[in-house]
């Protein structure tokens, strides 16, 4: 293929580098992240070799564009469900946002372990990389900051009871993406959710005051 195929090919211009990170989460559906590369995606999307250097210096900066997208999504999901009918009562709220984190993981295994892999480069050398986690761990520091300034949560520090929160949270949602339920013999639809409520339940037990309704 030659260079003069990126000009007729639909992902020229404007949505290439979206089609190229979309094709990575197909190829890290099949196979690993060892197995993925830049030529391979190329030939994916029916360019040239050369096309992908266009918007990715190397793979690692691959990584890092399609853990900072994902990140993006996962911020917004969470800000969705903290948001919506923001006359909730918060333990509601906060309930809403584990449901949210949990949800996302289980539909996005791919980009879920990327996430939060060894295979990415050194989120302190990526800015983007970097702030990209922040706005997404800020989004339940702000939920539980105003909880706490409202009485409606314990009195602790924000960060460190939304770090408790997160680390319980993604532990179970690692569990559940890793075929933890086939060493268990299997859990139905129900019996997950019941799994999932059940953990979402305890969490906020630790951190709301028992003496609030």
Known sequence: MTNSDDHTNPYHHGNLHQALLEAAVTELRNGSVEQLSLRALARHVGVSQAAPY????????????????????????????????????????????????????????????????????????????????ERAFMVLVNLIRQGVDEGTLINHDPQLLAFHLWSSIHGLSSLLIDDFDQCHDGYNECERQQLIQSNLDLLGSGIIPAILP
Do not use: V
């Not at 949990?102 to 990526?126: S, T, V």
């Open 54 to 133: 266009r918007h990715f210096k190397d793979k690692d900066d691959l990584l890092a564009q399609l853990a900072i997208w994902s990140f993006d999504e996962l911020t917004a999901a969470l800000g969705e469900a903290s948001s919506e009918q923001p006359d909730r009562p918060l333990r509601q709220r906060l309930r809403a946002c584990g449901e949210a984190y949990i949800h996302y993981a289980l539909a996005h295994p791919e980009k879920y372990r990327l996430m939060f892999g060894r295979f990415l480069p050194d989120r302190h050398l990526n800015p983007a990389l970097h702030s990209s986690g």
